[in-house]
């Protein structure tokens, strides 16, 4: 059983910075690849990026958050974090990671091809980005 929690939302102003955490709690988070979603008030929740499982080798983002957002991954504090520059209004939303042990499920989540029941979820941060 893999509980996360995720921290690090908050207010900003439009081109600060944030980095989000998703620690999780259990033995290891080693084998779960690992994504971050987010829900806007009246929008659908979409994909933004994620890692997979072990050394994090492989990850994706969503073009909105291309070259501005950063995943990266800590299994000896089974914390995955999402480093976000350049932050823009349009990124206010709920952030929302979650972790499933199939890196194709997780991917293709994120990237909308398919949705899949990914098996563990977190219970949301908010970001905020006002002036």
């Known amino acids: 059983q893999v509980q996360l929690v995720e921290s690090g939302g908050g207010l900003v102003q439009p081109g600060g910075s944030l980095r989000l955490s998703c620690a999780a709690s259990?033995?290891?988070?080693?084998?779960?690849?690992v994504a971050w979603f987010r829900q806007a008030p009246g929008k659908e929740r979409e994909g933004v990026s994620c890692?997979?499982?072990?050394?994090?080798?492989?990850?994706y983002y969503a073009d909105s958050v291309k070259g501005r957002f950063t995943i990266s991954r800590d299994n000896a504090k089974k914390t995955v974090y999402l480093q976000m520059n350049s932050l823009k209004p349009e990124d206010t939303a709920v952030y929302y990671c979650?972790?499933?042990?199939?890196?194709?499920?997780?991917?293709?989540?994120?990237?909308?091809?398919?949705?899949?029941?990914?098996?563990?979820w977190g219970q949301g941060t908010q970001v905020t980005v006002s002036s």
């Open positions: 890692i997979s499982s072990g050394d994090g080798s492989s990850t």
């Open positions: 979650a972790a499933d042990p199939r890196w194709a499920s997780i991917l293709e989540s994120v990237a909308g091809i398919e949705q899949y029941n990914l098996d563990y």
């Open positions: 259990g033995p290891t988070l080693d084998y779960y690849a």
